[in-house]
């Protein structure tokens, strides 16, 4: 069965730093770009991230441009998404995703089980 388990969310200052990671079986990293979507209460679920698998492009929402970056290891098959300057409408849950056409969600295949970020005093 092919899994996208995350890890490193929590409780965070605004201000702070947070490190999400996500592992990735084989088949989902040789076969799809991975990213990140996040849902915050109240809200529709949105784009945060990509990274192509292929070329290596990567894809910011405007809300996080110059505070995150996406990245991989493909021999630890881990993606990261390491978030600066947090703010506290970054809070949300954040979903790992393995997607077929760049960070489009109906394109989105497979999806962890979501990591809950909290940017608060």
């Known amino acids: 069965q092919e899994q996208l388990v995350e890890s490193g969310g929590g409780l965070v200052q605004p201000g702070g730093s947070l490190r999400l990671s996500c592992v990735a079986s084989?088949?989902?990293?040789?076969?799809?770009?991975i990213g990140w979507f996040r849902q915050a209460p109240g809200k529709e679920r949105e784009a945060v991230s990509c990274i192509s698998g292929s070329d290596g492009r990567t894809y910011y929402a405007d809300s996080v441009k110059g505070r995150f970056t996406i990245s991989g290891d493909n021999a630890k098959r881990t993606a990261y998404l390491q978030m600066n300057s947090m703010k506290p409408e970054d809070t949300g849950v954040y979903f790992c995703?393995?997607?077929?056409?760049?960070?489009?969600?109906?394109?989105?295949?497979?999806w962890g089980q979501g990591v809950q970020v909290t940017v608060s005093q």
């Open positions: 995703v393995a997607v077929s056409d760049y960070c489009i969600e109906q394109d989105v295949e497979y």
């Open positions: 084989r088949f989902i990293l040789d076969s799809y770009d």
